[in-house]
Every structure is written in structure tokens, then in C-alpha cells.
């Protein structure tokens, strides 16, 4: 455990440790580019625009630890054990401006299924935009850049991947409003758990398989050119693909397009200190042998879908959850689910064509800026130019400022050597209490939160059961029993250890994870819930996952041979 004088709140409020999406302290850079801000106002942004009493999650960092707190519309700023009596509260339902005005605007968002206009302008403005924007940053030739050009285009990459976390936390509501509350009614009328329901909503997410076409396209150019799939069996990974990028016919060419889509985005986390997948080429060369060695691909199955083509529809899996449903709730038990589908892909759709694009970008030109200053003697390693505030690493470009060498190692060293164990999970006060029940707000405000906090609960949150000296428990997420040996995955370089077959046993899991799943056959991680990134990923690609574990990394060996049974929600150790 760190110095706890060096945990202060950046404000009042209780102040939650970030585990989910983080397991190490964050890198300089993303410190200084503004995330936490841009994370801020865009979720600030999304809980206004659908009128929801989730005023905003503050996004902050303490001891460069990542750090969140709550505020609920009216609420004290100041840590609170709990909401105000329930007269107290009704009172400021009618008197309140603001809970008054979002009471009015989620009863119009329900009315009109607002969510279908943003989902039309992700498709038609946003998402366009972003592949224009980010195809155009990661094309630039950075070894033809001087260090004044590189300076230019380092800034361009920063202010690309600060709006990328605006834009992630802008589309909150529209992706998230929808699931909880077909899950919430779902709930209601079945009885059945969120674990059992969310299925049903498997196959609507494409992105979160990430570059699937392209990966479908390499394994049929193999399949014929016999010469060229023997190339994968060299035992060196980056001699492997020179040798597959410089065959000629169509292997190249796939080759290439894959590498061009997957390769720059990042694999491991979404901080700029992680990896994407052209460093890890182990991994490369592992999912083109596994895409060989599969029986099928349905990569052409999502092209149309990844572009948002299509109407959604109710998959024949539904079928006997609606037979749970009384029959009169039927219609509406079809139209919330239509509209879970349709939104639903657009949580890893706003990370695939966003964050883990626009992060990997900008690490990309990083360690260009990493590696002139190693070979200039200005850094001990290039890697730790991500320890650099941009206004350090362009000074360093400069030929001016400070003697940063060992600074960015020092950094380098606090960031690998610490992890969440080591800090406070509050900071500011202690948990908070629950918000006011639904029941005390207006029927459509209630019905609002309700679904908004079951989704964040089911993120974030797991209560698995008890486990033994041999069963650890989690949430099981996705469905389905396998043996195999486990590959325990503490940092990004680690990654390129996975073998085709291995579990992957994690603190936990992004959607750009996505890039090593081809890989795995099970999914295990210590935090997270059944709408974690992790299960959400182990559903699309139909492998199971137990994730909120608490401590499966610390408890499973690397290579130890594990039972994971995604149904049950348990890891047997052998």
C-alpha cells in the first residue's frame, strides 16, 4: 500500500478506485491530455440530453490512480450516506428547476425512442467522421516527419484521443438506456437474472469482434495458396509475417488489410502505456493460425452489421425466455428487446472506431518521438516517452527544457511497480449510500433509473458465491464449459504469451481485447459484471467467460490446467 497522505481528493465527494477498466497507475500522457475532463463533460452530456437524475460520473485521477465519483442531480456535493427523507425528496421533484425539466425530458425520450435519432447519427455523422479523422492521423508517414512536423501531428494525435473519450461517455445513454430497460421489464415479468437474459442479446455487436472480415479474408486467401499457408509454421513471428507481407497474389494484400485495421489499435487497456497488437506478433501469427485451423468464418456475416445495415430482429434464442412472459406482455417484451439490439452494438462500436483507434494512433507516434530521443541519449528507453506531459516531449524534440531521462524512467518504475492493491478503494468519504428508491420519483423518471442503474451495477458490480480451496466463483457471463491451460496475464507485454487454446485469466478485460480472442478458449478476469467488456466479448465470440472473480490471478498458476463453466460461474483448479 502507497503513502495514503498522497491520496487527496481532486474534489468533494466520495471518490471510488477504478478497478474495472484499470489495474495499474495511468501514464503521463493520459494524465495530461485531458481525458478525465472529456469523460466528465460527455457523460455530463449524455444524462442531460435523455433526462436522467444521474447528473454525471466526475472522472479524476489521485496518485495517477483513476477514480470516479457519483453526482445525482440536487444532491450535496459533499460525501452523503444516503438520500434525504422521502417528504424531503418529493418536495424537490416539484420544486427543484432541473429535476423538474429531466422528469419532463425522459417522459418525451421514451415517447419518442430518442436513442434511434443517435443511433442514426452514429451511423451517418459520427461514425463516418471518425473513420475520416483517424484513417487520415494513422496514415502519416512518421519517419517522413521532422521532429517540428512530428511535434504538429503528436498534438493532432492528443486532441484526437481527448475527444475520443467525450464522444465514448456522449453515447452513455443511447447504448445503455435501452439494454437496462428491456433487462429491468425483462426482470419483472420472468423473474429470471440478468445473467440468464442478456444471451438473447448476443450476435447484435459485431465490433466486439473486431476485425473479423479481415481476418476471414487472410484464412481464405491461405486456404488457397497452400505455399504460402506453410509460411506459418516458421517459428519466428515477425519473420513469419515479413514473409506473408511480401508474398505475392492475394495473402499480402490480406495480410496487410488486417494488420492495417488491427494491428494499430490497442489490444491490452485503453491508456497509451499499453500495446497493440502489431507489437505483440506472437499473437499475430497465433490468430492466423487459428483462423486456418477453423472450420468456418463468419466474417462476411458482419460486414452489413458492423456498417449498422439491417433491421434488428428477434433471434429464435428468445423464444423460450417469451414463453416466460405473461401473454399480454408479449408485444411490449418484443419491441424493448428490438430496441436493446439496436443500441447494444453501440458500446464497443464507440471503442472500436474511437478510443482504441485513435489511442493506439497516437502510441504509435509516441514511440517515434520515444525512439529519436533513446537514440539521442535524451531517454533511457523509448518507452518511457509515455511518461513524458506532451509539453515535456516537445520540449525534448526541441533540443530544450530539462534533463528528463531519468524522470520518465522514475515514472516508468511507479507505473509498473504499483497496482489497484496498492490504494484506497474510497478516497473523500466512505461508500455512499443507495439513491432514492424509484418508486419515490414519477412513473417515466423511475423508470429511467431503474435501467440506467441496473447497467451500471451489472458493469461494474459481480456477488458471486461462495467458492472452495479448489472452485473459485464468479458471475458466469457467457455460457459454456471448457478445459485448458491457463495463461495468468498481469501486464500488456505479457499478452504475447497466449498460445491458441490458453485461458485467459486477467484483472480484466477491454473490448479491444478482442484482438487476442481469436486465440482463447475461455475468458476469466477478477473484476466486472455480466456487462463488463469481457462478457460482452466472450458472448459475441460464443466462449465461455466467469468474470468478477476477486482473485483468480492471484489464486490460478500460469499453465495451471483449469475447468472454467461459464454457466455455472466457477473455475475448477486441477
Not at 348 to 370: K, P
Amino acid at each position: 500500500m502507497l503513502n495514503m497522505s498522497d491520496f487527496n481528493p481532486p474534489s468533494t465527494g466520495s471518490w471510488h478506485l477504478e478497478t474495472v477498466h484499470a489495474w495499474r497507475p495511468r501514464s503521463s500522457i493520459m494524465t495530461a491530455v485531458g481525458c478525465d475532463e472529456s469523460a466528465t463533460a460527455g457523460f455530463a452530456e449524455s444524462m442531460r440530453r435523455y433526462g436522467l437524475l444521474l447528473e454525471r460520473i466526475d472522472f479524476g485521477e489521485i496518485n495517477r490512480f483513476q477514480y470516479t465519483c457519483v453526482r445525482a442531480v440536487g444532491a450535496p456535493r459533499r460525501a452523503s450516506a444516503g438520500p434525504p427523507p422521502k417528504l424531503v425528496f418529493t418536495l424537490m421533484t416539484k420544486m427543484h428547476p432541473e429535476i423538474r425539466r429531466r422528469n419532463r425530458t425522459i417522459s418525451g425520450v421514451f415517447a419518442s425512442k430518442m436513442w434511434r435519432q443517435d443511433v442514426d447519427r452514429w451511423d451517418n455523422e459520427i461514425k463516418p467522421e471518425l473513420i475520416r479523422k483517424n484513417t487520415g492521423l494513422q496514415h502519416v508517414d512518421l519517419g517522413g516527419l521532422d521532429d517540428v512536423k512530428l511535434i504538429e501531428h503528436l498534438g493532432r494525435c492528443f486532441a484526437a484521443v481527448s475527444d475520443s473519450w467525450r464522444q465514448h461517455h456522449a453515447l452513455n445513454a443511447t447504448c445503455l438506456l435501452p439494454v437496462g430497460d428491456f433487462l429491468v421489464h425483462a426482470q419483472d415479468w420472468t423473474g429470471a437474472g440478468v445473467d440468464t437474459l442478456l444471451p438473447v442479446l448476443s450476435g447484435a455487436s459485431p465490433a466486439s469482434l473486431g476485425a473479423v472480415a479481415e481476418l476471414a479474408g487472410v484464412r481464405a486467401a491461405l486456404i488457397s495458396d497452400p505455399p504460402a499457408a506453410a509460411l506459418l509454421d516458421g517459428d519466428d513471428a515477425e519473420e513469419t509475417i515479413a514473409a506473408l507481407l511480401a508474398h505475392p497474389g492475394d495473402v499480402g494484400a490480406a495480410v496487410r488489410a488486417y494488420l492495417d485495421v488491427a494491428g494499430v489499435r490497442m489490444v491490452t487497456g485503453y491508456d497509451v502505456a499499453d500495446l497493440t497488437l502489431a507489437e505483440m506478433p506472437d499473437v499475430v501469427v497465433g490468430n492466423l493460425r487459428a483462423a486456418l485451423a477453423s472450420r468456418s468464418s463468419n466474417g462476411d456475416a458482419m460486414v452489413s452489421d458492423r456498417a449498422g445495415a439491417g433491421r434488428p430482429v428477434i433471434p429464435a434464442s428468445a423464444g423460450e425466455l417469451r414463453a416466460m412472459v405473461p401473454p399480454d406482455h408479449h408485444r411490449e417484451f418484443d419491441d424493448l428487446l428490438v430496441e436493446a439490439r439496436l443500441t447494444y452494438r453501440i458500446r464497443d462500436e464507440r471503442t472500436y472506431f474511437n478510443d482504441t483507434w485513435s489511442t493506439g494512433i497516437a502510441r504509435r507516434a509516441v514511440l517515434e518521438a520515444g525512439r529519436r530521443l533513446a537514440a539521442d541519449g535524451r531517454l533511457h528507453a523509448a518507452d518511457d516517452a509515455v511518461e513524458l506531459v506532451p509539453a515535456e516531449l516537445y520540449a525534448a524534440l526541441r533540443g530544450d527544457g530539462a534533463a528528463i531521462a531519468d524522470i520518465a524512467a522514475e515514472r516508468t518504475a511507479f507505473r509498473l511497480g504499483h497496482t489497484t492493491d496498492d490504494a484506497p478503494e474510497w478516497v473523500g468519504g466512505p461508500e455512499p449510500g443507495d439513491p432514492p428508491p424509484a418508486e419515490w420519483l414519477p412513473p417515466d423518471a423511475a423508470r429511467g433509473q431503474r435501467a440506467i442503474g441496473l447497467v451500471i451495477n451489472s458493469i461494474f458490480e459481480s456477488t458471486p458465491a461462495a467458492g472452495s480451496a479448489r472452485v473459485i466463483s464468479g458471475t458466469g457471463a457467457s455460457s459454456g464449459a471448457v478445459t485448458g491451460s491457463a495463461r495468468v496475464v498481469l501486464a500488456p507485454a505479457e499478452m504475447g504469451r497466449l498460445r491458441q487454446g490458453d485461458v485467459l485469466v486477467a484483472p480484466y478485460t477491454s473490448p479491444a481485447f478482442n484482438g487476442v480472442l481469436p486465440l482463447v478458449s475461455a475468458i476469466v478476469t477478477d473484476r466486472g459484471g455480466s456487462l463488463s467488456h469481457a462478457a460482452i466479448v466472450a458472448r459475441e465470440f460464443g466462449i465461455p467467460a466467469v468474470v468478477g472473480c476477486g482473485d483468480a490471478t492471484r489464486r490460478v498458476k500460469d499453465g495451471q490446467t483449469i475447468d472454467v463453466d461459464g454457466q455455472a460461474g466457477t473455475v475448477s483448479l486441477r
